[in-house]
Structures are given as C-alpha cells and as structure tokens.
C-alpha cells in the first residue's frame, strides 16, 4: 500500500519500497518519491559513515563533509528534495533487496518509531529544517581540518546524526537534542580549538 505522507521511518522505507518499478528502483526516484522526506534519511546516513571506522579511512572525511555540505546546502535553499549527479542519480536498487531490508529492518524500526514520533512540529518544519541545515553546514566545516585529526569526525558526525533522525522522525525532541548537542559541541571547540 502506498505512503502519500511518511510519518515515521516505517512508512519511509514503505514509500521507497513502493517506488520501484519493473522489480529495480533508482536513487533519483527514491529523492522524488520522498520529497523533502529524503533529506533526514540522506543526512543520516552520510553523518553515520562519517562517524564509522570508515569514517577514519584518510580523505574519507573530507569526502563525506563535502557530500554533507551539499546536501545540507540545498535543504537551506528549500529544493524540493536532494539533487546529485546524474551518475548518482541512475544507480538502481533490486526492489527484492529493499523488500528483504524492509522484513529484516522492520521489526527494529517499529521499535524506534514507538520512541520517536511526530511532535513539537514547530521544531521540524521547513523554517526549522533549514535552521538544522545552517547547523549540519557549520559542523560540516569543522570536519576538514579534523580529517587530520584520527576519527576526528566522529563526535560532531554524531551530533549530525541526532538531528537528522529527528528531521527523518518529525520529532521535535529529538532535533531540540541535536540543537542542544550542536550548542555543546561548539561551545568545546571554542575552548579546545588553538587560534
């Protein structure tokens, strides 16, 4: 059955499911069947590689904070949803794969969609989604030099992460954590970081 407005990340991966066509699915039709949607997904996925051993692979970083960037750029200036390269864009998914996810994931994240659900909708909408993105732009940033630093990346890909699972959620809560992880987090570099 088909999703016209996911709700929580169940839903999501119903709608991507739903999207294929003759048994495969393009990540250019997951990004219009999701809309805006996709943003949170595509941030959290990015920002939780980043925070990973391969996170640590030398220049991985820097890749992922550019791809970061990009993304966080467009949700700022309200595209309707990611834009990637054509290349990108025409990769395609069996959809047996992605139904095969959806019964091994399920169960998991009915579990997280019983804890994180749509409230405090004033902290998610498209005013405060962009307000996230000016965050995830400035944390992005600091991630270049931190490439030199061993698995530098990981605690502010964290924080990424905690507010794009709240974009990706609809949870309010979940983002005014991230809000205040992002506080905390750069409150540290001015103490730490050697001007």
Do not use: C
């Amino acid at each position: 059955m088909s999703v016209a407005t996911p709700r929580n990340t169940t839903q999501l991966l119903d709608k991507v499911a739903d999207s294929a066509e003759d048994g495969s699915v393009k990540l250019g039709q997951i990004f219009d069947a999701l809309g805006t949607r996709a943003y949170g997904p595509l941030l959290l996925a990015i920002s939780l590689i980043a925070a990973s051993p391969i996170g640590g692979i030398p220049g991985m970083t820097v890749v992922l904070a550019s791809l970061l960037s990009l993304v966080a750029v467009q949700l700022l200036f309200g595209a309707e949803h990611p834009w990637a390269p054509d290349k990108i864009e025409s990769m395609s998914f069996d959809k047996s794969r992605l139904t095969s996810a959806k019964d091994r994931f399920g169960p998991y994240l009915s579990r997280i969609d019983a804890l994180l659900h749509r409230r405090l909708t004033l902290l998610t909408g498209d005013v405060a989604a962009r307000f996230v993105a000016v965050e995830v732009l400035l944390i992005a940033a600091t991630l270049y030099p931190l490439a030199l630093v061993p698995f530098g990346a990981t605690l502010p890909s964290l924080v990424i992460a905690v507010l794009a699972l709240g974009l990706t959620a609809d949870d309010g809560v979940v983002i005014l954590v991230g809000h205040a992880l992002f506080v905390a987090y750069a409150a540290g570099l001015v103490v730490v970081w050697p001007f």
